[in-house]
């Protein structure tokens, strides 16, 4: 089955300590996304990727590290998470810019952080 | 920057004709979306239009695009209990990013 996973679904941790969610996409896409969202702020890009070694910022970076190696995977990296980092966290792929193909989304993460 | 503005919640009875609507700031955006997000699970691409169509349906869906005014609209005939989500409307920007509003959760009356 074409899919994008996400794990893990529920995460709850401590501020300052190093987590990592990850995202693999088995459709050969070329290109992934990150994004966050939260209540009356809707969707918000934080990091994507256009391919393997191509990595972008996207509205709302800070905090936040990911890495592309390989095609199928894509983890952001919260290296000090806060507070402010509690949310739920979507990864998206798509076949090209997503433009003419829309995003396959992952089904999330909710992140709590203490 | 492009802006995607749509209405939070919206009520329809069971049965009935649900119309969500959405405008758009780009003038530029060659594709319009419509995802929808059940409770607890990500996001699904339920159709998109492209800019130089007014009106595209698959089945249930009707979606309508005044690129004139900037409107987009999703029309859900015979809302069903399974319709009940946020649905989201998103525009291709011109640097090739997907732009999605705030969401508009639907709620299905008995």
């Known amino acids: 089955e074409a899919q994008v996973t996400q794990n893990p679904r529920y995460l709850i941790t401590v501020t300052g300590k190093k987590l990592t969610v990850t995202c693999s996409q088995n459709?050969?896409?070329?290109?992934m996304s990150w994004y966050r969202q939260d209540p009356g702020l809707g969707l918000r890009q934080i990091y994507y990727s256009m391919n393997v070694e191509v990595t972008d910022k996207g509205d709302v970076p800070e905090g936040y590290k990911v890495s592309r190696k390989e095609k199928r995977n894509f983890p952001l990296i919260l290296e000090s998470p806060s507070p402010n980092q509690t949310s739920l966290y979507f990864c998206a792929s798509s076949l090209s810019p997503p433009r003419g193909y829309g995003y396959t989304f992952g089904s999330g993460t909710r992140l709590t952080v203490v | 920057g492009e802006d995607v503005e749509q209405s939070l919640f919206l009520s329809v009875r069971e049965g009935d004709s649900s119309v969500i609507n959405c405008t758009y700031t780009d003038s530029s955006s060659t594709y319009l979306y419509w995802y929808k997000q059940e409770p607890g699970a990500g996001l699904q691409l339920l159709t998109y239009i492209f800019s130089n169509m007014d009106m595209k349906q698959d089945q249930r869906l009707t979606v309508l695009l005044n690129k004139k005014d900037k409107h987009l609209s999703l029309r859900i005939a015979d809302t069903q209990t399974g319709d009940s989500a946020i649905y989201f409307c998103a525009e291709s920007s011109r640097d090739d990013k997907i732009i999605f509003g705030k969401g508009t959760r639907l709620h299905i009356l008995p």
């Open positions: 459709m050969n896409h070329e290109y």
